[in-house]
């Protein structure tokens, strides 16, 4: 495909997906930026009460988790973050990466993909492979109070040639779906899931969104391997318990992984 030709985000299309939730987004969007989390934790934009969302045509130094680059071409994906502010007595926000990934999960099904599972903590994945990445961060100082800066890349037509590093593979949009949306409605449509999701999150915390999770488990009751920054652990995944950290049981009884620095694999 000719890149050139991509289809640019334009806000009034995100605004007729999101419908009556419109109003409650700031939307900016950039031709090119370095990372739109980036640009979003150094310059938090002041509040209004909306939520603030930042989409950039290209990124120039997207960044994945564990240190990864997330790369882009104009056109083949979407990328996107938003600022999503936490009440003033909020705790740390346990399992939020895994809501977002149930978000998009969502938005994904209701266009008709088929296949869509969640590889803990947050990668989306269709029959296998990754669809979507997110990277959440957390933000806070300077008197502003604990805000999440939530960054998600869905791939939506990668170039033939694209030298991905990801383990599992990478699929895309136009490889799901006969007619994929354009990028607007598709922000658009991800932005309603997110205010529905992140809504009963606020209200009832991950315990409430378990269950859903727990369906899409891509590695449900499979033999998986956890990579670590000094240790290896295997076992076979049981699950999300409600802060959101993985299951294990391994030949030494039942344990917990917390979402770091840790990577899971298929054993
Ligand atoms: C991963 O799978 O490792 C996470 C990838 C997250 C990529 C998105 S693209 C928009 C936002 N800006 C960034 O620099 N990263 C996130």
């Known amino acids: 495909m000719d890149h050139s030709d991509y289809e640019a985000l334009d806000a009034g299309g995100v605004a007729e997906a999101l419908g009556e939730l419109a109003g409650v987004f700031s939307l900016e969007i950039l031709p090119e930026c370095d990372s739109t989390n980036s640009r979003l934790l150094d310059n938090p934009p002041p509040g209004d009460g909306r939520v603030h969302v930042l989409a950039a045509e290209r990124q120039t130094a997207g960044r994945g988790r564990r240190g990864r680059a997330w790369q882009s071409w104009p056109g083949a994906g979407l990328t996107f973050s938003l600022l999503w502010r936490f009440a003033p007595a909020a705790h740390v926000p346990a399992g939020l990466s895994l809501v977002v990934g149930l978000a998009v999960a969502r938005t994904l099904e209701e266009l008709g993909v ?147 620095d840790v990577s899971l694999r298929l054993a």
Request: proline share 5%; net charge negative; glycine share 12%.
């Open 114 to 260: 088929e296949g869509v599972a969640l590889k803990w903590p947050n990668d989306v994945l269709i029959q296998g492979k990754k669809l979507a990445g997110i990277l959440v961060e957390l933000s806070s100082g300077r008197g502003r109070g604990l805000a999440a800066v939530i960054g998600i890349g869905i791939n939506l037509r990668m170039p033939a040639d694209a030298a991905v590093d990801s383990p599992m593979g990478v699929t895309d949009l136009a490889s799901c779906l006969a007619s994929p949306p354009s990028p607007s409605r598709l922000l658009g449509l991800v932005l309603a899931q997110l205010q529905l999701f992140l809504e009963i999150y606020a209200a009832a915390g991950f315990a409430a969104l378990r269950g859903a999770w727990q369906q899409r488990n891509a590695f449900a009751d499979l033999p998986v391997r956890i990579l670590g920054e000094a240790h290896e652990l295997t076992g076979t995944c049981v699950g999300v318990d409600d802060d959101g950290a993985l299951l294990l049981q391994t030949a030494e009884g039942l344990r917990r992984v917390l979402s770091g």
